[in-house]
């Protein structure tokens, strides 16, 4: 089955920097990759997802970026805020079902 | 109310016990999940269901039992509960065949413990 490995595990930056977490995934079936982010004492919420055919998505200060060959995807928040702390967790979908794996998730802290 | 609701948010029960955690969601999603979120391991698939009447094991299926008579209802049975089954518990759907609907959606969670 699909193995997602997500690192750091922990990630603390201070406000306005930007921050970066990346994820690996094992199954080149895979071809959907959603980033979650959850808050405290709430379930996961979808920020943003790629599809295997793209190579870069953006929303605002919020991008993801997709390498097939490598097997890699990482989430790039930029000029981050106090409300961007929160735990986030990338996932990976095969094409053949809906089910979700993944990854360990990174607790991402802004330093005011 | 539209959406994804889980029930209990919170329970406490004994080693041994029958539990049922309820999951309901208003959008006819043909896919639910359970999943359970433990520190250090993300969250881990319990069981999933493609329809009504159609259901699958995931990672860590063993000590569960789902079901899904109907589309909007996935309940999750712990048979005999065991403190290795205190965690957050996390019910999903999900439909991509619906316009723009690749996204799974989550419960706000039940927290169990076993003691």
């Known amino acids: 089955g699909e193995n997602v490995e997500q690192h750091p595990s922990t990630l603390s930056v201070q406000e306005g920097d930007s921050a970066v977490i990346k994820c690996t995934y094992s199954?080149?079936?895979?071809?959907?990759f959603p980033w979650y982010k959850q808050e405290l004492g709430k379930g996961p919420q979808l920020i943003i997802d790629i599809r295997s055919n793209v190579g870069e998505k953006k929303d605002q200060r919020i991008a993801v970026t997709l390498n097939k060959t490598a097997k890699h995807f990482s989430l790039h928040i930029t000029e981050t805020q106090p409300e961007d702390s929160a735990v986030y967790f990338c996932a990976a979908r095969l094409t053949s079902n809906e089910k979700l794996t993944f990854g360990t998730g990174t607790r991402l802290t802004i330093i005011p | 109310d539209a959406g994804i609701t889980q029930s209990p948010r919170y329970k406490i029960t004994e080693t041994g016990r029958q539990v049922t955690l309820m999951c309901h969601q208003t959008?006819?999603?043909?896919?639910m999940f359970w999943y359970r979120q433990d520190l250090g391991h993300g969250l881990r698939l319990i069981y999933y269901s493609a329809a009504a009447d159609i259901t699958d094991k995931g990672e860590v299926p063993d000590g569960y039992v789902v079901s899904r008579s109907k589309t909007e209802n996935f309940p999750l049975t712990l048979e005999s509960a065991t403190r290795s089954q205190t965690s957050v518990y996390f019910c999903a759907s999900s439909d991509s065949r619906r316009s723009g609907g690749t996204e799974a959606f989550f419960g706000q969670g039940t927290r169990l413990t076993v003691v």
């Open positions: 959008w006819s999603h043909s896919y």
């Open positions: 199954d080149s079936a895979s071809n959907y």
